[in-house]
């Protein structure tokens, strides 16, 4: 692409990008008291994070059932208080161990 083209979309998004973090840094001078709002912003990264990890759980495997059951391996695993070396190799395991029975099935 060329540069001339590029440019007015990379300063446009370097724009937005400051404008969204600076926002907040303007508009909220107090700290916020609010348990409602506060409990909120507590757990949004964690939804952001759980919201773009799971589709790519689901898709990252050749196949759906094999995908399906590395994810409830992981949260048996985690329910289980398992570190997370230990639910991301069983996850990972379970994937492996899906793969081939679906290949010899």
């Known amino acids: 692409m060329d540069l001339m083209k590029f440019l007015p979309y990379l300063i446009v998004m370097a724009g937005v990008t400051y404008l969204i973090r600076v926002i907040p840094l303007v508009l909220v001078r107090k700290k916020i008291k609010n348990r409602f ?17 799971f589709p790519a759980i689901l898709y990252a495997t050749g196949s759906m059932i094999s995908a399906v059951a590395g994810f409830i391996a992981a949260v048996i695993l985690s329910y289980r208080r398992g570190s997370l070396i230990v639910v991301a190799a069983g996850a990972c395991g379970t994937v492996l161990l ?4 679906l290949t010899v099935i």
Not at 39 to 51: G, H
Not at 98 to 101: G, I, N, P, V, Y
């Open 37 to 53: 709002l506060n409990s909120f912003l507590y757990y949004i990264p964690y939804t952001v994070l759980a919201a773009m990890t």
């Open 98 to 101: 899906a793969e081939l029975l």
